[in-house]
Each structure stands twice: as C-alpha cells, then as structure tokens.
C-alpha cells in the first residue's frame, strides 16, 4: 500500500526571512507538516485493519482523521511551492487576465484573499482556487485543514493561518503576517497549477 511522504522543501529554512524565520519555517515543515503526514500514513493502517477484520464501528472518526490529515499535508505541500525568496510583485498572462475577469482588478483580489486569510475563524486556510463548473476564480476559507470549499474546486494559492505558521514571529498580529506572505508569492508556480487545473476541466 501506498503511503504518503513529507517533501523536501525547494529552499533552505531561513530562504524566506524576514518575512518567515528560519526557526518557524523548521518547525512548521519539520515537525508540524511531518505529524499530518504521519497522520494520514497511521489512519491508513486502522482502516486496513478495520476492512480486515470487518470492524466498522469506529468508521466516522477515522474517515474524518484521514480527511484531516490528507487535507493538511496537500495544502502544506501547495503552500511551500507557492513561496519562494525570489517571490512577490503579481501575476502575469492569463491568470493576470482571468484575476482582472473574475475579480475585477488584482487589487481587488487581494483584499478578498487577505481578509479572507485574516479573518478565518480560528484555524485554517485563505484559498484561490479554480472551480470547473463556472470555469472561474474564486477565494474560499478552508477551516482547519477542509471544509467550505468549493466541490471540485482546485486550490491554486493558499495562506496558512494555523497559528504554529506565524505566532512565534508575529505573535497575535496575524494581518502583518499575512501581508508579508505576498512577497513571498511564487507567481510561477500558481500560474502553474491555473493552467492544469483549465487542462483538466476542459479535458
């Protein structure tokens, strides 16, 4: 069977500071990112065992821990590739224009996707993600690790607002965070994944 695996990063731990620290960075790769992996390796095993032995009883809570866990990893998976230390400015070409369609203007969408980050309750996630059906952008709010998302949406930029991604550095103040997180944007890499996400939808 199958099991997942933590990536390794595409920049050293301190690539991304000031705007994230070292410190943080290790420790949210290393040993948070590590634990949903672990996670959702371990749940996989529990409902090997419980398709074994036909024991079903306990099936609610380990659908939900897997969900938790898989969500988490991908998302944190997305979220180091969405940063680089040669990030920021703004997109360009197609997305730029489809940002421009569906939000207005970029200036637009960044106050959505920033205080849709800024203001996630508790913990979670600020998203842009294409959806198929309407064939456009839309920014979500992911709550812990899944949920309010769009069915069959694909994320394609995501904020962490998970307090281990910023507290130690910016302490309660999760807008300053937020705000050093688009110059961080790996603009490349999201226009990327638009363009997939377009090749799946109109395959």
Excluded: C
């Amino acid at each position: 069977m199958g099991t997942y695996a933590l990536p390794d990063l595409p920049y050293d731990y301190a690539a991304l500071e000031p705007a994230i620290t070292g410190e943080i960075l290790e420790l949210h790769h290393a040993k948070h990112h590590a634990a949903y992996v672990k996670g959702a390796n371990d749940t996989l095993e529990k409902l090997a065992e419980a398709r074994d032995k036909e024991e079903f009883g306990g099936i609610v809570g380990l659908e939900k821990t897997l969900a938790f866990n898989v969500s988490g990893h991908v998302l944190h998976s997305i979220f180091w590739k969405n940063l680089s230390p040669d990030g920021g400015d703004r997109p360009e070409g197609e997305l730029a224009a489809a940002i421009d369609e569906h939000f207005g203007s970029f200036e637009a969408f960044q106050k959505q996707l920033t205080s849709a980050t800024t203001l996630v309750q508790g913990s979670g996630w600020g998203v842009l993600g294409y959806e198929p059906v309407g064939g456009r952008l839309i920014v979500e709010q992911v709550y812990d690790h899944h949920g309010n998302v769009g069915i069959g949406s694909t994320p394609l930029l995501v904020f962490d607002a998970w307090e281990h991604a910023y507290y130690l550095q910016y302490r309660n103040v999760r807008p300053d965070y937020v705000q050093k997180l688009w110059s961080l944007v790996n603009w490349t890499d999201v226009n990327a994944r638009f363009e997939a996400a377009r090749g799946l939808a109109a395959g």
